[in-house]
C-alpha cells in the first residue's frame, strides 16, 4: 500500500529508533554527529526540519542550541516530546510557519529532502527561514546506491522509470512511499544556494561484525572516504551543507 511519508512514519512511530540500533545505523550516526561538530561549533537557533523523534534535536540540545523540531507525524512527534526535545511543531517542509530569516541553521537529516512531495518548495521554504550565510545540513537518497541496488535485484522494468523520475519506492512490503533520489551533482545547482560540502555517508561496505570489531579504525576510515568527491556515488546517502546566498 502506498502512502504518504508521514502517514507511514505514524505508523512505525514507536518502533523507529529500534529499526536504527545496527551496528552500520550507529556508525552512520556517530559520522554525522562529527560532520555536525565542524559546522555548528557555537549555539544558535537551528529548525531541525523532519527531525522525527528527536535524535539531532536532543545532540544540540545537549550542547546549548535552541531547537525547534518541526515534522508532519503526530506520533514521531509524540516520541520526540517524551524523549525530552522542548520544542515541536506540526508541519510541512513546503509550508513552514515561522517568518522569514529565523534560523541560523537547518537540519534534513534522515533523507528528509528526499521525502518531501514538493522539493522545489521545500527548499524555497528552507532558503526563506534561513538569515543569509546560513546553513542547510541535510542528507538524502543516493541516486546511483539505488541504481545499483536495481540493476543487482535484475529489476530492469523499474529502471527506465527511474532514470527519468530519479524517485522509486522505500518503506516496507506492506507501505511504502515515494523518494527522489538525489545525484551529487543535482545539488551544486539549487537557487539561492552555494556549496559548501558534499560528502558520502558509508561508502563501503563491512559486515556488522566487523565494524563492532574495527569500530575506531572503520569510523576513522569512512570519515576521510567521505571527503573523496571521485567515490561519492558509492555512498548509500550523501550528506550535504548549503549556504544561502546573500540577497537570496
Given at each position: 500500500?502506498?502512502?504518504?511519508?508521514?502517514?507511514?512514519?505514524?505508523?512505525?512511530?514507536?518502533?523507529?529508533?529500534?529499526?536504527?540500533?545496527?551496528?552500520?545505523?550507529?556508525?552512520?550516526?556517530?559520522?554525522?554527529?562529527s560532520?555536525?561538530?565542524?559546522?555548528?561549533?557555537?549555539?544558535?537557533?537551528?529548525?531541525?526540519?523532519?527531525?522525527?523523534?528527536?535524535?539531532w534535536?536532543?545532540?544540540?540540545?545537549?550542547?546549548?542550541f535552541e531547537?525547534?523540531?518541526?515534522?508532519p507525524?503526530?506520533?514521531?512527534?509524540?516520541?520526540?516530546?517524551?524523549?525530552?526535545v522542548?520544542?515541536v511543531?506540526?508541519?510541512?517542509?513546503?509550508?513552514?510557519?515561522?517568518?522569514?530569516?529565523?534560523?541560523?541553521?537547518v537540519?534534513?537529516?534522515g533523507?528528509?529532502?528526499?521525502?518531501?512531495?514538493?522539493?522545489?518548495?521545500?527548499?524555497?521554504?528552507?532558503?526563506?527561514?534561513?538569515?543569509?550565510d546560513?546553513?542547510?545540513?541535510?542528507t538524502v537518497?543516493?541516486?546511483?546506491?539505488?541504481?545499483?541496488?536495481?540493476?543487482?535485484?535484475d529489476?530492469?522494468?523499474?529502471?527506465?522509470?527511474?532514470?527519468?523520475?530519479?524517485?522509486t519506492?522505500?518503506?516496507t512490503?506492506l507501505?511504502?512511499?515515494?523518494?527522489?533520489?538525489?545525484?551529487?551533482?543535482?545539488?551544486d545547482?539549487?537557487?539561492?544556494?552555494?556549496?559548501?560540502?558534499?560528502?558520502?555517508?558509508?561508502?563501503m561496505e563491512?559486515?556488522?561484525e566487523?565494524?563492532?570489531e574495527?569500530?575506531?579504525?572503520?569510523?576513522?576510515?569512512?570519515?576521510?572516504?567521505?571527503?573523496?568527491?571521485?567515490?561519492?556515488?558509492?555512498?548509500?546517502?550523501i550528506?550535504?551543507?548549503?549556504?544561502?546566498?546573500?540577497?537570496?
Amino acid at each position: 500500500m502506498k502512502l504518504r511519508p508521514w502517514e507511514f512514519y505514524d505508523r512505525i512511530a514507536r518502533a523507529y529508533d529500534s529499526m536504527y540500533e545496527t551496528p552500520k545505523w550507529k556508525l552512520y550516526h556517530r559520522l554525522i554527529g562529527s560532520f555536525l561538530e565542524e559546522y555548528l561549533k557555537n549555539p544558535c537557533r537551528v529548525l531541525d526540519l523532519g527531525g522525527g523523534t528527536g535524535k539531532w534535536s536532543l545532540f544540540l540540545q545537549e550542547r546549548g542550541f535552541e531547537v525547534v523540531l518541526v515534522d508532519p507525524s503526530k506520533e514521531m512527534l509524540e516520541v520526540a516530546r517524551e524523549k525530552g526535545v522542548k520544542n515541536v511543531v506540526e508541519a510541512r517542509a513546503e509550508d513552514l510557519p515561522f517568518p522569514s530569516g529565523a534560523f541560523e541553521a537547518v537540519l534534513a537529516l534522515g533523507d528528509v529532502l528526499s521525502y518531501v512531495e514538493n522539493k522545489d518548495k521545500a527548499f524555497s521554504e528552507i532558503r526563506r527561514v534561513l538569515v543569509p550565510d546560513g546553513l542547510l545540513i541535510a542528507t538524502v537518497d543516493n541516486f546511483y546506491t539505488f541504481l545499483q541496488q536495481m540493476i543487482e535485484k535484475d529489476a530492469w522494468d523499474q529502471i527506465t522509470r527511474f532514470l527519468k523520475t530519479q524517485t522509486t519506492s522505500v518503506g516496507t512490503t506492506l507501505f511504502s512511499f515515494n523518494s527522489y533520489a538525489f545525484k551529487p551533482e543535482d545539488l551544486d545547482s539549487l537557487e539561492g544556494f552555494e556549496t559548501v560540502d558534499i560528502r558520502g555517508i558509508g561508502v563501503m561496505e563491512y559486515p556488522d561484525e566487523r565494524i563492532s570489531e574495527r569500530e575506531e579504525t572503520i569510523f576513522r576510515l569512512e570519515r576521510e572516504l567521505s571527503k573523496d568527491r571521485n567515490i561519492i556515488w558509492k555512498a548509500d546517502h550523501i550528506f550535504f551543507v548549503l549556504k544561502k546566498k546573500r540577497g537570496a
